[in-house]
């Protein structure tokens, strides 16, 4: 009996060992002084719980959230930067650490850009130096050298169907930002399911822009979340683009070519692809690329 108390009382003991080690929260060492982080920023969902206004990513996985009181973040998303500041624990200890930024500077990276410009649409950005520019009646298609698939793709279609068009039923899976492009409007749509980006910008009200082409509407191919580079690009594009202003013809500039057709509809409008781009209504897609599942929008 004595010695079933015995080995009672060690087992219980054993126990409140093994409780009291579990109970106590394992602390990594953190990198102490300044610290100077490459990767791509991305936004993060506000939280109550948990400091960081952004994420810091290395080929697609988070490493540090970020936070600024002195740095405009918000005008650095996905882009490739290098951040320098302090390393903090997160008030969520599940939570990545916290990089303070002081100091933000665009990583040099090896793309070359060379500018695009559309003088007849008051359009212009840059694209990387060795992609192609296939330019059609209703739109253009931008592939890199070494590929036939389109990377990004820019048409003109009506407000109607577009994201500006506030009848249109909303995908809940699509979320839309307002944007401010030189002196127009515009909206960044992505979706959480195909990952597919869209800038739409608002050209106005202008006897000489046909109300089928008022709005410029680009968008991206989707990529993988590890792919920095197409990140690194798609960013550059973002921030480069211009509209509104009043745009020379150059040796920069791409040749848009005028429809010779002067019916109000969308007929030649890109569709399908790997960004899913729909037709309006009364229209359908006759594809023309079945490799790539490109076509162009028809009517019935």
Not at 56 to 83: C, I, K, M, W
Not at 175 to 197: H, M, Q
Not at 256 to 281: E, F, R, V, Y
């Amino acid at each position: 009996m004595k010695l079933q108390k015995h080995h009672l009382l060690i087992l219980l003991l054993s126990s409140s060992a093994l409780l009291a080690a579990c109970s106590q929260k394992t602390t990594v060492a953190l990198p102490q002084g300044e610290q100077s982080v490459t990767g791509i920023l991305k936004p993060l969902a506000f939280s109550l719980h948990r400091r960081g206004t952004h994420v810091l990513l290395q080929q697609g996985s988070p490493l540090y959230d970020v936070e600024s009181a002195t740095v405009n973040l918000g005008a650095h998303e996905g882009e490739r930067v290098t951040l320098t500041g302090g390393i903090e624990p997160n008030t969520d200890a599940s939570a990545l650490p916290v990089l303070v930024v002081r100091n933000v500077i665009i990583a040099s990276g090896s793309t070359v850009y060379r500018p695009a410009s559309f003088p007849l649409l008051r359009i212009a950005f840059d694209i990387p130096a060795d992609w192609h520019a296939r330019i059609e009646d209703e739109f253009a298609q931008f592939t890199a050298s070494d590929s036939l698939e389109p990377l990004l793709t820019l048409f003109l279609q009506p407000i109607a169907g577009s994201d500006f068009d506030t009848g249109t039923a909303a995908h809940a899976t699509v979320t839309r930002t307002p944007l401010a492009i030189g002196s127009k409007r515009a909206i960044r749509a992505i979706d959480a399911v195909t990952a597919a980006e869209t800038i739409s910008i608002d050209r106005g009200v202008d006897p000489s822009i046909p109300p089928e082409k008022r709005v410029i509407t680009l968008v991206f191919v989707p990529f993988p979340p590890s792919d920095e580079t197409m990140a690194e690009i798609q960013a550059h594009i973002e921030h480069s683009l211009r509209a509104g202003g009043e745009f020379s013809s150059s040796s920069a500039s791409v040749t848009w070519k005028q429809s010779s057709s002067s019916t109000n509809n969308s007929g030649g409008q890109p569709c399908g692809g790997a960004a899913g781009i729909l037709c309006p209504p009364g229209f359908y897609c006759a594809v023309t690329d079945p490799k790539n599942s490109i076509g162009v929008c028809r009517a019935y």
